[in-house]
């Protein structure tokens, strides 16, 4: 019984708020036709505020909605022009991967750019020439980012140099370097290209840029703690 008397007296509480408002309306509608020739100017005022700020967020989320569709068709665009994502590197195969860079080395103006990878490959991927003339071999690794390259895959790229009597020597893999790999590769000249350097690659960065970084770039301490807090699964 208590609960009935309590919901009764809320909904005529609910009833005299109702009556108290359209009350309120027809006086304020009441002034309001009584003092037109002086509120009119406010009126207006506000009607137009009103109409402006609708304008101005519709404006705006169109805005917006353009914004989004024209990121997604540059992101469109730039897969179909051959950009790949880390991600999408990741899952192609080894093939893949190596036609992959075979095209940026095109991109950036080396000539007589081969894929040769496969077996009796002699420990070169890609083969083709510099832009500046150079001959070079690429070997190519796609591994898991939780892997890391040896040592001794550098030592099996010097005996690839040296089999097909190239110039240079370009390492391009999905992952990092060793430091013993990293050190080798800077002790005799090997362009060794790391996922991050992978990745600016990727994006349009020039393959003759590289040699001023020589795998440098794989960070200190600190990054490499977070490269393993994100890949070592």
Same mark, same amino acid.
């Given at each position: 019984m208590p609960r009935r008397r309590r919901s009764a007296a809320a909904r005529r509480r609910a009833?005299?708020?109702?009556?108290?408002?359209?009350?309120?309306a027809l006086i304020a509608g009441i002034l309001l036709a009584a003092n037109w020739a002086? /509120?009119?100017?406010?009126?207006t005022? $506000?009607?137009?505020?009103?109409?402006v700020g609708a304008a101005g967020r519709a404006l705006w989320y %169109?805005?917006?909605?353009?914004?989004?569709?024209?990121?997604?068709?540059r992101e469109q665009d730039a897969i179909a022009a051959g950009h790949r994502t880390l991600a999408e590197v990741d899952g192609m195969t080894g093939t893949q991967f190596e036609d992959l860079v075979a095209a940026l080395c095109r991109r950036d103006g080396c000539t007589?750019?081969?894929r040769?990878?496969? /077996?009796?490959?002699?420990?070169?991927? $890609?083969?083709?020439?510099?832009?500046?003339?150079?001959?070079?071999?690429?070997?190519?690794? %796609?591994y898991a980012p939780h892997n890391a390259i040896p040592a001794r895959e550098i030592r099996d790229l010097m005996g690839a140099l040296q089999h097909h009597g190239a110039q240079v020597g370009v390492f391009v893999t999905t992952t990092r370097f060793t430091r013993p790999a990293q050190d080798l590769c800077r002790q005799h000249g090997i362009w060794a290209v790391h996922r991050d350097l992978l990745g600016l690659w990727n994006s349009g960065a020039s393959l003759m840029s590289f040699p001023q970084v020589n795998g440098d770039g794989q960070g200190d301490r600190e990054h490499r703690a977070r490269w393993r807090n994100t890949y070592d699964r």
């Open positions: 009833g005299r708020l109702k009556a108290l408002a359209a009350f309120g002086t /509120a009119w100017p406010y009126v005022a $506000v009607v137009a505020a009103t109409t %169109r805005d917006r909605t353009a914004r989004r569709q024209d990121r997604l068709w007589e750019v081969v040769v990878g496969g /077996a009796g490959d002699n420990g070169a991927d $890609v083969r083709g020439l510099l832009p500046d003339g150079r001959s070079m071999v690429v070997q190519c690794k %796609r």
